[in-house]
């Protein structure tokens, strides 16, 4: 387990410890963002193979021998997507905040409760 | 303090589900075999220098178009939950401190209830770092998506970065107005040509979204890799444009329509 890998799953738990200790909406949506990070981290850090380069064709790495040399792409591919959705899911959630917001005028979770049983 | 228990025994529970998954990793010494045919036959088949991109534009370029759907169905919903209208009707808004509304005020009818302060104006530094930075941002922007086949980089950094130099404008330019027809205009044609292009694969080369539709050129070149710079512009144009909108719609209108003519900037531009 690299160091990497650790730092992914730290942050995870930092973002759900975020989650469910903060009361306001903000924070809550700032946690989430941190279990993101750590997420994409952890998938970056499976596909690193030591010693290797980045998965580029270029002078330092030849077309021939590429598979010998290079990290594997996929996981950087899945990555790369993942940064986008979880950008796109920010926004709606910081919408849905916006929104909550000129309802009630608070951002503590606690005024929310139609969805508490 | 029973809250502060449950918090801490849901996280010893999760840490407890993924332990066995931290304990299994195992660090590979060799490519997984899927990975190692993309580098083998790769280079050779789509001839793009970028193995990241050529996974992500054509061997899964499916996904690519359901993820550019996702964005632009979240795009759609922030623009759909901070509608204009919907202020003209309550009247519960009219009381909050901060007068942030939904979407950019073509017509500059501002709800004067709205306007209980007026936004600041853009210090100088903040003016003229806008306007040094802006083109370049731009070309920034289109370089990296560009060059999405040759380094690293790609439609959705390069419209990320656009959409950055637009966020600048709209913080240096209170009154900045964004023409929403260039840019629907704009995201609709790069969103369908995105589509298009793969059609075309299917008639013209192996299937959908297959980048062999053009001639594959010299590897390492600008013009090469068949439609990959092709597409990866039409999703830099696409991820820009809807990102500058979620920003337009985001950003708070100003206080008073007349007052925004004394902007601090000297200039006003269309864009």
């Given at each position: 387990m690299t160091l990497v890998t650790f730092i992914g799953f730290a942050l995870i738990f930092i973002g759900i410890w975020g989650m469910l200790t903060r009361k306001n909406i903000i924070r809550i949506i700032i946690g989430f963002s941190i279990i993101d990070t750590g997420i994409h981290l952890v998938m970056v850090s499976i596909g690193y193979l030591p010693g290797r380069t980045a998965p580029i064709i270029t002078s330092a790495v030849d077309k021939n021998t590429a598979a010998s040399q290079i990290v594997d792409p996929i996981p950087s591919a899945l990555v790369l997507t993942a940064i986008v959705i979880g950008l796109a899911i920010t926004a709606l959630m910081l919408t849905y905040a916006v929104r909550m917001y000129r309802e009630r005028t608070s951002m503590n979770i606690d005024d929310y409760k139609e969805l508490k049983w | 303090m029973i809250k502060k228990f449950f918090t801490i025994v849901t996280i010893l529970l999760f840490a407890l589900m993924v332990l066995p998954l931290i304990r299994q990793i195992v660090p590979f010494t060799e490519l997984a075999p899927v990975a190692a045919s993309y580098a083998e036959n790769g280079p050779d088949e789509l001839?793009?220098?970028?193995l990241v991109t050529s996974v992500i534009v054509t061997y899964r370029g499916l996904d690519t178009l359901g993820e550019v759907t996702v964005l632009f169905i979240a795009t759609a919903g922030v623009g759909f939950l901070l509608r204009r209208d919907e202020e003209n009707e309550?009247?519960?808004?009219?009381?909050?401190p901060t007068g942030s509304d939904?979407?950019?005020d073509e017509a500059g009818?501002?709800?004067?209830?709205?306007?209980?302060h007026s936004p600041r104006k853009a210090s100088e530094l903040l003016c003229s770092g806008s306007m040094l930075l802006f083109p370049l941002l731009m070309l920034f922007g289109v370089y990296i998506f560009l060059h999405g086949h040759l380094t690293p980089g790609g439609g959705f950094q390069g419209g990320v970065v656009i959409a950055s130099a637009f966020l600048l404008l709209m913080l240096a330019r209170v009154s900045f107005h964004l023409n929403h027809f260039v840019i629907s205009f704009v995201e609709s044609i790069s969103g369908f040509a995105y589509v298009v292009i793969g059609v075309l694969g299917i008639f013209l080369a192996?299937?959908?979204?297959?980048?062999?539709?053009l001639p594959l050129g010299e590897?390492?070149?600008?013009?090469?890799?068949?439609a990959i710079p092709l597409i990866y512009s039409l999703v830099g144009l696409k991820v820009g444009t809807e990102l500058t909108n979620v920003i337009a719609t985001m950003k708070m209108k100003p206080a008073h329509p007349d007052e925004?003519?004394?902007?601090?900037?000297p200039r006003e531009e269309e864009v």
């Open positions: - | 001839g793009a220098a970028n309550t009247d519960k808004a009219a009381e909050e939904g979407s950019l009818t501002a709800p004067s209830a709205e306007s209980a192996a299937g959908f979204l297959d980048n062999r539709i590897f390492g070149s600008l013009l090469s890799a068949g925004s003519a004394s902007d601090h900037c």
